[in-house]
């Protein structure tokens, strides 16, 4: 009963795969052809479209199958530029393609796509020095280096354009008291659609302990009323000043200027903010105390005194 079975089943598939069929609906594989050199898509390409089609039962078992299925070429030529195009304008490819089976139509009414051009740019690489995560009392000793200067990114121009001219790198969040030489990684976003022609780049730098010292300055006023006189509370300024023991014969205190900008008064509180203008050279890091003031005209301070 079983090898009847086998044979009835084996007659009646031989029987079914020789028989036509017509206004089957199917997916047939597309392939957009183009000078991937010089363009690139922005988002994956439309890998296959739903089609109608006749033909023998063999055939359309081969394509449920995918044995030995040529994808229909979509050539890109002249359309490129677009974001979409209409499935009638590659009707011959894909009946060409089909190889035995008869295209009625495309189920598919357009495809949509983005592509740009694909370019390659180099790029000089810093360290972000702001946010250095150097420990308070200390200081760069010499320049930082950067090996290589620069990075090669290859991939759309729109993309490309988007990202930071220079580079910036920044360090692991660990406070630093000496020598720094690692590797630090080239992170940049897009990765699937842009390639860099190195993954990380080597920065060597030193930092130094710092001595302290503390001045008492009186800032000069920018935009002073012509009207009225002004009085800061408080009236001077500590400025608390980092450098190298080295270096402190070498410091003149004359170059110290802070700055208060009247027309930077806070309304709400009658306070504005204390800059520092200028420094020594040999000066590497500097604290103000208290980095704003109050500030009273004349007629507050008679109000004050009433």
């Known amino acids: 009963m079983l090898l009847c079975f086998i044979a009835a089943s084996t007659f009646w598939l031989l029987n079914a795969l ?18 991937q050199r010089e363009y ?3 988002r994956p390409l439309p890998e296959e479209i739903t089609i109608n089609v006749s033909g023998k039962g063999w055939k359309l ?4 199958l995918m044995l030995d299925v040529q994808p229909a070429d979509i050539s890109m030529q002249g359309l490129i530029q677009q974001q979409a195009i209409s499935t009638a304008i590659f009707r011959p490819n894909v009946a060409n393609a089909l190889d035995g089976l008869q295209l ?10 983005k592509f740009d051009k694909q370019v390659k740019r180099k790029i000089p690489l810093i360290l972000d020095t ?8 200390y200081a760069l000793v010499n320049p930082i280096t950067i090996t290589p200067k620069e990075v090669e990114f290859e991939g759309p121009a729109s993309v490309l354009d988007s990202l930071p001219n220079p580079f910036v790198l920044s360090l692991p969040k660990t406070t630093l008291t000496g020598s720094f030489n690692s ?5 940049y976003p897009y990765k699937a659609l842009v390639k860099s022609d190195i993954v990380e780049a080597e920065i060597k730098f030193n930092v130094k302990l710092l001595a302290w010292q503390n001045l008492l300055l009186a800032p000069t006023l920018q935009n002073k009323p012509k009207t009225d006189s002004v009085t800061l509370f408080p009236p001077v300024i ?13 410091i003149n205190l004359t170059p110290f200027v802070l700055t208060a900008d009247l027309a930077e008064i806070n309304p709400k509180d009658s306070t504005v903010a204390i800059e520092l203008l200028r420094k020594p050279a040999q000066v590497h890091r ?4 208290p980095n704003k003031v109050k500030v009273f005209t004349a007629v507050k301070l008679t109000q004050l005194k009433k």
Request: charged share 20%; aromatic share 16%.
């Open 104 to 113: 009625n139509f495309i189920v598919t009414d357009s495809l949509r796509f």
């Open 238 to 250: 500590t400025v608390r000043y980092g450098y190298f023991p080295e270096q402190a014969d070498a």
């Open 18 to 35: 020789n028989k036509n069929y017509t206004n089957i609906r199917v997916t047939y594989p597309i392939r957009f052809v183009y000078d």
């Open 286 to 289: 500097v604290i103000l105390q």
């Open 61 to 64: 078992l081969r394509k449920y």
């Open 183 to 187: 590797s630090v990684p080239i992170d």
């Open 40 to 42: 690139i898509p922005l």
């Open 130 to 137: 702001l946010h250095l995560p150097i420990n308070a009392n």
